[in-house]
């Protein structure tokens, strides 16, 4: 309830409601961070499915061959997954050497800040959220490979 005293304009309010106002700024931030980080997460993740869809599409042939010769639909689903989670882990390794270099070098250009270091526990759940992501993004194409009749392989070789 606003009142004058001493010619000055005084807002009487609750704690909450001024702690609230003030942090407003700093939930959009967050959120539109936070929406711009799963934008990009999809956006990885429909890389990953379409690279490795024409991987398996190109390999449509060898998985046929590997069927017509005895292996199993799993082992298969293991060939295709594994190739792609290989390249999930690569690029997680190299993600992270990145975020602690970057790290390093920001906190020697922040004048008064001694040492930014990133955040093991962040880094860690960021790190499995890509690879869960990714090993979804490569099970579907490897569950339709598993799906290929040898006959028709071979038959379009």
């Known amino acids: 309830m606003p009142f004058l005293r001493q010619d000055v304009f005084v807002s ?13 700024p700093a939930r959009m931030g967050a959120w539109f961070s936070g929406s711009i980080s799963l934008l990009a997460l999809l956006i990885a993740a429909t890389g990953r499915y379409g690279m490795l869809s024409y991987h398996v599409t190109e390999r449509t042939s060898e998985i046929g061959i590997r069927m017509a010769l005895g292996a199993q639909r799993r082992h298969v689903l293991l060939l295709i997954v594994g190739d792609g989670m290989k390249l999930a882990g690569i690029g997680t390794g190299i993600g992270l050497a990145g975020a602690i270099v970057v790290a390093k070098l920001m906190s020697t250009m922040l004048f008064g800040i001694a040492g930014i270091s990133p955040d093991a526990l ?6 499995i959220g ?11 194409p490897a569950r339709r490979a598993t799906k290929v009749d040898p006959l028709v392989a071979l038959r379009n070789e």
Request: with cysteine; charged share 20%; net charge negative.
């Open 122 to 127: 962040t880094l860690a759940a960021v790190s």
């Open 130 to 140: 890509a690879l869960a992501v990714a090993l979804f993004a490569c099970y579907v």
């Open 12 to 24: 009487v309010e609750p704690l909450e409601e001024n702690v609230r106002r003030m942090l407003e």
